[in-house]
Structure formats: structure tokens, C-alpha cells
């Protein structure tokens, strides 16, 4: 693909492990894109483009800050032509950020205050800021946080039960995968969902669920870090905070140790001891394997209740990100154990990948909507440049 002839938006996504990246025109048709998965965890970087190009990157010993440089340089400026903005995922903002924003030398140090709140994003995302500014010096950057979406919740929602006090420090449920969940939200209409009480379900590496009315975030899983709600790929979710403690105590005080417990050897990876890929349990015939995904679909139902208590009911789901989009036993089991909400599966559509996974008679609704927080990064580049 030759460089577009009109000036360019990038999106950037640095994950926990994969770098996401888009370029859109400005009326947001998407130009390029492409995704870099395995990176860390003793793997060698490998980068798959919406042209079909594959590329590995170095060796085993590669982190985001070396594939950026060269996934922009050689990969993304190529096709880009000029680019007007680039955005940028950024996992936490705080009580500072709530809407996106430019950045200069300030709000990239509050950014990186920030770190230990989710550690095993907010360095990936600065890497991100750091190597695009690098690349493209002068053109404007702009940070677009994903907690920012959640801002709606009640505040009774948003303090835990300590002493307020806590509360007012910063130690409040923040919740996550707000770019997600912004899309999502921008989907209703389009499904019949406006004025809508909707449940949806972000389910990936990282998962979360998000209850929604007409749109507006209004109960999350997930609360100060990343860590809490559904269990993850590598992460355990809710846990006893007596739990903590204990493991702690059993770590002898090494609260390094247990941190990274929780964020690189537990949730599916932990349990099943095999992957935290649903789609290599899905294809083991172990039984931690099994074990592992019965329990991921018993907790996502658990905060399903829970998320359709905190909205009253519940009209529709909607399932979103890598497990939500392509694993269609996980919403059959699913859905099926929610027949008493209402939700009517119709297998063949579920199988088929179809957008609508319930019957027509159903009396609540589930659906399928692609995650792309790409997208929503890219129109709020286009935004704050107007």
C-alpha cells in the first residue's frame, strides 16, 4: 500500500503484551492496521497487518520500547503519508484525567505518577508516548484514558468500605477498558439498545464488565487496578483481601513477589498450568484445562448477577474483545446458565459467529460487537485538534 495522500491519524494501543495500532483518514476509514502479539514473557515479538504482512521482531528479549521504534519506522510511517495526531491508550488516569488529553512534559509526568496503579500497562503506554514522540517530533499527541469512561459511577460505587479519608487520597474503584466500553456504547443505537440497561462483557487477556444505561457506565467489575472482577489470563480477579494478606505472609513479607503472582501467574494461566489462552484450553483435553475454563464462565456469570442487581435488570449483553468475539463456547455455556435472566441462545447463530446470538423471541437480547478502541482514540485525536 502506497502512503495515503491525505494526512493520517494513529491510533496506538500498548497492551500488557501487544502493541495495537491503526491508521485512519480523517473522515476515520481505517487505512492500515495491525497487531504485534507475544512480547515479554521470553517470546519473540510476532506483527500481523490487515495486508497479510508478518514480521518478527529481534529475539526473545524484547520489550515494547524495542518493537516501537521500528514498528513505526518501517512498518507505519511507509503507508501513513502525514500524520496530523497520534493517540494513545493510556490504562489509568486517575482522578486527574477524565477526558482526553494533549501531551506535553506535564501531563506525561502525571501519566507515569500513575504507574503503580496498573504496572503491567502504564510503563508499555509510555513507551508508546515516548518512542512516537521520538519518531514524530512536532505532531501533536493526545492520551485517552480508559478509566475515563467510568467517571459516571455513583459515588457509593466508587469508595470501598474504609475510612473515607482512603477515599479522598485517591484509593477509589476506577474500572478500566473505558475505550471498549466507549465503543460499545456507541453501538447501541445501531442494535436497538438506546435507553437500554446493557451488560457488556470485555473478555480478553484482561476482562471486565461494564453495566450500562442509554450508554453511561454505571457499575465495572474491576475497581482501583486492573486486578479485580473476572478471572483473567493472567490475573486471579476478586480475591479475599484476607487472602492477600495471607500470601504475603507466605511470601515473607515480599510483596514484589506476590505482585507478581497476581499479575503474570494466576487466572487461567495459574490454574489450568498450561496457558492463559482460551483458545489453547478450549483445544486441551487436560482436566486442569476443563477446571480452568468452568471457572472462568462460573465467575463471569457470578458478576453478570451482580452487574444486572446494580442496574435494576438487564434488556441485552453484548460480548466484546479476543474471548468474547471468537469463543463461541464461552457464550454458549454462558448464556445457557443466564436462561433464567431471560436469554434464549440460538446455538447456530452463536456457532456462526453471527452479530445477534439469542432466538427472536427471546426475551433479552445478546450480541456481538468488535471491539475497537482504536476507532475512539482516533476521533478523539480528530476532536482536540478541531
Known amino acids: 500500500m502506497n502512503g495515503s495522500p491525505h494526512a493520517s491519524l494513529l491510533a496506538l494501543n500498548c497492551g500488557s503484551s501487544s502493541i495495537k495500532f491503526a491508521l485512519f483518514t480523517p473522515e476515520f476509514e481505517r487505512i492500515f492496521s495491525g497487531l504485534v502479539e507475544a512480547i515479554g514473557h521470553g517470546q519473540t515479538p510476532r506483527l500481523k497487518t490487515s ?10 528479549g524484547q520489550g515494547h520500547a524495542d518493537v516501537l521504534p521500528p514498528l513505526i519506522s518501517d512498518i507505519i510511517l511507509p503507508r501513513a503519508g502525514a500524520i496530523s495526531g497520534v493517540g494513545h491508550r493510556i490504562v489509568h488516569g486517575g482522578e ?7 501531551i506535553g512534559p506535564d501531563i506525561r509526568a502525571g501519566i507515569a505518577e500513575l504507574t503503580p496503579l496498573a504496572p503491567g500497562h502504564q510503563p508499555h503506554n509510555l513507551a508508546g508516548i515516548d518512542a512516537a514522540m521520538q519518531a514524530l517530533p512536532g505532531v501533536p499527541q493526545i492520551a485517552c484514558f ?3 469512561f467510568h467517571a459516571s459511577l455513583p459515588a457509593v460505587r466508587r469508595e470501598m468500605a474504609l475510612p473515607r479519608r482512603y477515599a479522598r487520597d485517591g484509593l477509589l474503584r476506577y474500572g478500566f477498558h473505558g475505550l471498549s466500553y466507549e465503543h460499545v456504547a456507541a453501538s447501541l443505537a445501531g442494535l436497538e439498545l438506546s435507553g437500554k440497561r446493557v451488560i457488556a462483557c470485555h473478555l480478553g ?8 444505561l442509554d450508554g453511561t457506565s454505571l457499575w465495572t467489575s474491576m475497581g482501583f487496578t486492573p486486578l479485580d472482577g473476572l478471572m483473567m489470563g493472567q490475573r486471579p480477579g476478586r480475591l479475599d483481601p484476607g487472602a492477600v494478606l495471607w500470601l504475603i505472609e507466605q511470601h515473607g513479607g515480599d510483596t ?7 499479575y503474570h501467574q494466576s487466572g487461567m494461566s495459574g490454574v489450568s498450568g498450561l496457558s492463559g489462552d482460551m483458545r ?7 482436566p486442569d484445562s476443563a477446571f480452568a475454563v468452568e471457572m472462568f464462565v462460573d465467575r463471569l456469570v457470578q458478576e453478570i448477577g451482580a452487574a444486572a442487581a446494580g442496574l435494576g435488570g438487564v434488556d441485552a449483553i453484548v460480548f466484546s474483545g479476543g474471548i468474547g468475539e471468537n469463543a463461541a463456547p464461552i457464550r454458549a455455556m454462558t448464556l445457557q446458565r443466564l436462561e433464567w435472566l431471560g436469554f434464549d441462545l440460538d446455538s447456530a447463530a452463536n456457532a456462526a459467529g453471527e452479530k445477534r446470538l439469542t432466538t427472536p423471541d427471546s426475551q433479552r437480547q445478546a450480541f456481538v460487537v ?14 482536540l485538534l478541531a
Not at 495486508?51 to 529475539?59: L, M, Q, S, V
Open 205 to 212: 487477556n484482561g476482562c471486565s464488565i461494564c453495566g450500562m
Open 280 to 286: 489453547t484450553l478450549l483445544a486441551s483435553d487436560l
Open 370 to 383: 468488535e471491539a475497537d478502541e482504536e476507532r475512539i482514540i482516533a476521533q478523539a485525536v480528530a476532536s
Open 146 to 148: 480508559d478509566t475515563a
Open 256 to 262: 514484589g513477589a506476590v505482585s507478581k503472582l497476581f
Open 96 to 102: 486527574r484525567f477524565k477526558a482526553p488529553v494533549r
Open 51 to 60: 495486508t497479510g504482512e508478518t514480521k518478527e521482531f529481534g529475539g526473545t
